[in-house]
């Protein structure tokens, strides 16, 4: 991607976010819900693209750190009474949003310490338990209302707000992509010993995707909670983690456009399928084996180097 | 003393059923090195085939508890060896080549896959799991009540993992299955046939998870779609606890871990409980990547 389609990206959705929020009241309220939803989807698919895609870490944790997000702006917005549309209400709730993603993200740099000793299938499962004991804190919480939720969350979440996260993030990924960090996070993903071997610093790497994914999954969760205005700590366990996952696979791991359309795709995917909307689940899990037998390099992906990542057969082990 | 007492033979029974679960887990990592993410699912399923035909066999047998428990688990068994064993030709050896990723996010996608299709088919309603074991308690002092359960249980695991001992070390085909997990490549030049090797693997591990699962059900008597998820992931980390690929390190991380739930259930509060075996996990990455009684295994480049 060129340096100049990335303002593109940004432009195009904060001009769409713009319109498209003039509109809002004239909007039937559950179309208008499925749109946040797709919202805050591509903003956690993308903010998980970092750190499984281009960094290649395989983590199970993204609703922990959606939750660490959700709590910490909920808390700063309901101790300071925001109502809203007042020039103070915005201020506050970007303030909440961006302190819950720094909260995620200073336990970002918690899970992504132990992950520098760790990989694959170790790594999945530690993140997954990082997830869990957040979700099991938060739940021994009694300020955070503990396993009955968290109430009272004023409803400050807009289209402009959720699709401004969105292309604001949309917009540093892609920069990001080409940065050299970027090229860093790519290296060491594609081959860890031969990285470190020509003096990339992968634990710096790791460390900074980690952070960066978990400061967006931290957004989300704050754009989450001020949308729904309840929240509770069973809404952020580890089936959460895994559609989010499911949402970066499909769209292929690494690839920009791909992560966003599967994000779209599998918000509106179950709310057009309503009728069988019990089967939700287990075509999530059919679609993750048949992707991974046939297409691993996701549906819409289309980059060699994607394709080489995961189709690479282990030459010396 | 007497609650002390209580907990350890609670946690020992726990940990006796982790044990078991978590050497389906050690034996898989040894042959292919990936997580079997889907074994805590095969534990489910294992527990529902209990459901559905202990009132069966009972009927049939004419209401011989003990004669009913032994063949409900071997039914169970077989169904579970099946499941395992088709699970690994269907969704894992295609792959056997490819990236360890890819076969870790498969894993997971069967995982889910039998998680939700159990809960389309059995329903995600809790249900009561029939009693395979004679109630009553061996021990019933003022304090100290020691069922009959927990010692069928610590038992019977425990006969099945001297079992599992005689298999691996003193058999032909447990000397192919330490040969494979040893080095691939030489044990097939050796004229081994990998793939019956690996295929007895997971009918090993799947039998040993669907006895788990009836041991776990006779204790704790609900079950439901998603159970197998937790105690799966707790045996996984049992196996990592004992050092991955090692057999006794599996039955050893069980017990720990079994023991240590048990003591926080009662003792601080039970709703740290399923926090408390992550927190041990991430506590033995850090320190002791290789587990309790693992070896370092260099990284070839």
């Known amino acids: 991607m060129k340096r100049h389609q990335s303002k593109l990206y940004l432009l195009a959705g904060l001009a769409a976010a713009a319109i498209i929020s003039a509109f809002e009241s004239s909007m039937s309220p559950y179309y208008y819900q499925v749109a946040i939803y797709i919202g805050i989807n591509i903003v956690l698919a993308l903010s998980l693209n970092i750190i499984n895609g281009f960094a290649g870490q395989f983590s199970l944790g993204h609703a922990g750190f959606m939750a660490l997000g959700a709590y910490t702006s909920a808390v700063i917005t309901t101790s300071l009474g925001i109502e809203g549309s007042d020039i103070t209400g915005i201020l506050v709730f970007a303030l909440a949003l961006v302190c819950g993603g720094c909260i995620a993200s200073l336990f970002g740099l918690l899970v992504g310490v132990p992950s520098l000793r760790l990989k694959g299938d170790y790594l999945a499962i530690t993140t997954l338990g990082f997830g869990e004991i957040i979700r099991v804190i938060i739940q021994n919480l009694d300020f955070l209302g503990a396993a009955r939720g968290f109430t009272g969350i004023p409803k400050l979440s807009n289209f402009l707000w959720v699709f401004g996260a969105a292309g604001i993030l949309a917009y540093t990924v892609a920069n990001l992509i080409n940065s050299t960090y970027g090229k860093g996070f790519i290296a060491v993903r594609d081959d860890e010993v031969a990285a470190a071997s020509i003096g990339i610093n992968t634990t710096r790497y790791k460390v900074i995707a980690f952070v960066t994914g978990a400061f967006f999954a931290g957004i989300a969760g704050g754009l989450y909670a001020h949308f729904i205005t309840y929240i509770n700590p069973s809404q952020f366990g580890f089936l959460k983690s895994f559609e989010i996952v499911v949402m970066v696979v499909v769209g292929g791991m690494g690839s920009f456009t791909g992560v966003i359309l599967s994000a779209i795709l599998l918000t509106i995917l179950p709310e057009a399928l309503r009728g069988i909307a019990q089967y939700r689940m287990v075509m999530y899990a059919l679609l993750l084996v048949i992707i991974m037998l046939s297409r691993p390099q996701g549906l819409f992906a289309r980059g060699l180097r994607v394709k080489r990542y995961l189709k690479q057969t282990p030459a010396a082990t | ?301």
Do not use: W
């Open chain 2, 1 to 301: 003393m007497s609650e002390f007492l209580q907990q350890v033979v609670n946690g020992i029974s726990l940990g006796s059923v982790y044990a078991l679960i978590a050497l389906g887990y050690t034996m898989i990592y040894g042959i292919l090195r990936f997580i079997n993410f889907a074994h805590g699912d095969v534990f489910m399923i294992g527990a529902f085939v209990g459901y559905y035909t202990a009132p069966v066999i009972s009927r049939a047998l004419g209401g011989s508890v003990v004669l009913t428990g032994i063949v409900v688990l071997i039914i169970a068994m077989t169904v579970c060896s099946l499941l395992g064993v088709t699970i690994e030709k269907a969704a894992y050896r295609p792959l056997r080549s490819r990236p360890k990723l890819t076969v870790l996010i498969t894993a997971i996608g069967v995982s889910l896959f039998l998680e939700f299709g159990g809960q389309l088919i059995f329903g995600p309603d809790p249900k009561l799991f029939p009693s395979l074991i004679p109630s009553g308690a061996v021990v019933n002092s003022q304090n100290l009540i020691i069922n009959v359960n927990s010692i069928v249980v610590i038992v019977t695991a425990l006969l099945l993992m001297l079992l599992l001992r005689v298999i691996v070390y003193n058999t032909k085909i447990g000397t192919a299955m330490r040969a494979v997990s040893y080095d691939h490549r030489a044990a097939s030049l050796m004229g081994i046939n990998i793939d019956t090797v690996i295929s007895f693997t997971f009918v090993l591990g799947s039998s040993l998870a669907a006895a788990a699962a009836l041991l776990y059900g006779s204790v704790y008597p609900s079950i439901n779609p998603l159970m197998g998820i937790f105690p799966g992931l707790k045996a996984f980390i049992a196996a990592v606890l004992g050092g991955i690929g090692n057999l006794v390190g599996a039955a050893l991380g069980g017990l720990i871990i079994g023991l240590t739930e048990t003591f926080v259930t009662g003792y601080l509060s039970p709703t740290y409980r399923d926090a408390i075996s992550f927190a041990i996990l991430i506590l033995i990455l850090l320190f002791k990547p290789t587990g309790l009684l693992g070896h370092h295994e260099a990284e070839k480049v």
